[in-house]
């Protein structure tokens, strides 16, 4: 059951925010479970930013025959 009342999720957006939602986090959930970004082990803001990019464009090219075959 949702906290959100029927005011909100009556319209259409928010139906297509939820859709929206639940596409960008699988990406955040693979780069946590299959990535390794859970816990990093690079410091600094530089390092980590690079090592998430990377992890990143792994899942695209993981997503990529998917989207292709479709």
Same mark, same amino acid.
Not at 14 to 32: D, N, P, T, V, Y
Not at 42 to 57: G, Q
């Given at each position: ?16 925010? %939820?859709?929206?939602?639940? &596409? $960008? +986090? ?12 859970? %816990?990093?082990?690079?410091? &600094? $803001? +530089? ?24």
């Amino acid at each position: 059951h949702s906290a959100i009342d029927g005011r909100t999720t009556r319209h259409e957006s928010h139906a297509l925010s %939820q859709k929206h939602r639940k &596409r $960008i +986090e699988e990406a955040f959930g693979w780069a946590k479970t299959v990535g390794g970004m859970a %816990q990093t082990v690079y410091r &600094r $803001i +530089e390092r980590v930013r690079s090592r998430f990019i990377l992890t990143m464009v792994a899942n695209n090219l993981a997503r990529l025959p998917r989207l292709l075959a479709a």
